[in-house]
């Protein structure tokens, strides 16, 4: 079974300094991995994707992400955060099946951004 | 046009009520998710359908009936809902695919609803 461990609830970081949000992944065979940001009430809105190739993968609003297999990991970061980048980030790792793909998201890093 | 569309934005219902949640996408997508959030978790899967046929139950109780009438558009319908089923409800979809291969497909997801149930 695929599962996603974020180990940080909460992470608080000064505007201008950078971030790295944690997220490790279990999973059998080469997993699809994804970043999601959501504000509050808001639905989620895809930053970043791994499936195959380039292992640091370049997403939106400046975010990166690097796969590490060795280390079963995805983690996200940003050189330099902006206020309007706190928010709520979800890792997933999906799986396709039958011309779907099941997606498990972890449990969420609250990212909180003071000037 | 790269937007899944939810209505309505919040939904208050009694327990003996019948509502419904609409989404819809225009991007061709084959597959349809329902997701519930509870405050301060992430979203969990309840329903997946793929070509308009139901694929993927997550166990939901029968209160909430989901139907998928086209490929643009997924209906939740909800009766009789318990208290404890006020979450946010958010609906995906994701391009189709079939066969083997390596393939992300990436969900996109509307707003959501929020439904508060007295």
């Known amino acids: 079974a695929q599962s996603v461990t974020q180990p940080d609830i909460h992470i608080t970081v000064s505007e201008g300094a950078s971030l790295e949000l944690r997220c490790n992944y279990s999973y059998g065979a080469t997993p699809y991995l994804f970043w999601y940001v959501q504000s509050p009430g808001q639905g989620l809105q895809l930053l970043l994707k791994?499936?195959?190739?380039?292992?640091l993968v370049q997403g939106i609003k400046g975010f990166e992400a690097e796969f590490k297999r060795s280390q079963s990991s995805f983690n996200l970061r940003k050189p330099s955060v902006h206020w309007s980048d706190a928010a709520e980030y979800f890792c997933a790792v999906g799986s396709n099946s039958g011309g779907y793909q099941k997606v498990t998201f972890g449990t969420g890093t609250k990212l909180q951004v003071i000037p | 046009d790269t937007e899944v569309t939810q209505t309505p934005k919040h939904l208050v219902m009694g327990m003996t009520n019948k509502k419904s949640l609409k989404c819809e996408q225009h991007m061709g997508h084959r597959a349809m998710y329902w997701y519930k959030q509870k405050a301060k978790k992430p979203p969990e899967l309840m329903f997946v359908y793929s070509y308009e046929k139901l694929s993927i139950n997550e166990s939901v109780p029968s209160r909430f009936s989901p139907e998928c009438p086209n490929s643009s558009l997924l209906n939740l319908h909800l009766h009789a809902l318990q208290p404890e089923d006020s979450a946010l409800y958010l609906c995906a979809s994701s391009p189709q695919f079939r066969g083997s291969g390596v393939r992300t497909y990436e969900q996109y997801f509307g707003p959501g609803t929020r439904l508060t149930v007295t």
């Open positions: 791994y499936f195959s190739g380039d292992t």
